[in-house]
Nanobody, 124 residues
């Protein structure tokens, strides 16, 4: 499965961005699709996931209520709608695909496939 992340850019604090993750060679509906992010000098961290079996969404506490993950099976694409962006949301955002058990859905090491990352910069 190849994943192509896009949609990053520069936005002011309080603004919005929508990231996209287009898949090829596999269908997004057959994987748990997850967004991670990594800021300079920090470890990669879980942001949001949508589970393959139930389509249930899971979020990091830091983004809950501001970010929304969704999936368009017809376009074979997963989205991350980011609202009320904060300076601390700035990072390279990666999409990933895998089939983790629920207890491991936040663990980056579980995921088989990764996109190349898209940079989100938030200015104050």
């Amino acid at each position: 499965v190849q994943l192509q992340a896009s949609g990053g850019g520069l936005v002011q604090a309080g603004g919005s961005l929508t990231l996209s993750c287009a898949a090829s060679g596999g269908t997004v509906s057959s994987y748990s699709m997850t967004w991670f992010r990594q800021a300079p000098g920090k470890e990669r961290e879980f942001v949001a996931a949508i589970r393959q079996s139930t389509s249930t969404a899971y979020y990091a506490d830091s983004v809950k209520g501001r970010f929304t993950i969704s999936r368009d099976n017809a376009k074979n694409t997963v989205y991350l709608q980011m609202n009320s962006l904060k300076v601390e949301d700035a990072a390279v955002y990666y999409c990933a695909a895998g089939r983790p058990v629920l207890s491991a859905i936040r663990e980056a090491s579980i995921y088989y496939y990764w996109g190349q990352g898209t940079l989100v910069t938030v200015s104050s």
